[in-house]
């Protein structure tokens, strides 16, 4: 088996005492992929606390409290943080200058309204929305640019979490 892994390069969250931890993918439609996720603020044996945004992950947000198993994965989501995720993934064939435009335009709105943002490389962006956040003119920005054909989005909690 040829796994491959999505790491964050740039977690949202760092502390002194992080750990790394995998979700496998399979479950949500990638098999052979495993999202590596930064988790610290450690609360018992086998739980944690999440410190970065999910790329991949359905039903799963930064700060939500998950369980580890003895292989340090991922397997089940104990408590909500309160917070969202919104990922967006560009499209291929922009032109350059059209997607610098578009990545700008969701690294400017994500930032002016204090939401912490992560890329996975050049293409996918996951953006945290805290529970008192307002993203109305993110999403606003996500369905004008989807509608142009630039880029798809979605919140994460589109599917629940699930481990295999």
């Not at 999440?50 to 580890?68: A, E, H, K």
């Not at 435009?101 to 002016?112: D, F, K, L, P």
């Amino acid at each position: 088996m040829n796994r491959k892994y999505i790491v964050h390069e740039e977690p949202a969250v760092r502390t002194a005492s992080q750990r790394i931890a995998m979700v496998d993918l399979a479950p949500f439609g990638f098999p052979n992929l495993h999202e590596q996720v930064w988790l610290g603020g450690r609360e018992d044996d086998d739980l944690f606390i999440m410190q970065c945004v999910p790329f991949r992950i359905y039903g799963l947000n930064l700060f939500d409290v998950v369980r580890l198993d003895q292989d340090d994965m991922l397997v089940e989501v104990v408590e909500k943080g309160g917070h969202r995720t919104l990922r967006a993934l560009l499209e291929a064939a922009l032109e350059p200058q059209v997607f610098e435009e578009v990545a700008g335009g969701i690294t400017s709105r994500a930032g002016s309204r204090g939401f912490a943002i992560e890329w996975s490389g050049r293409r996918h962006a996951a953006i945290d929305v805290p529970a008192d956040g307002d993203p109305t003119s993110l999403v606003a920005y996500m369905d004008a640019q989807e509608e142009a054909g630039t880029l798809f989005w979605e919140w994460s909690e589109s599917q629940p979490f699930r481990s295999p």
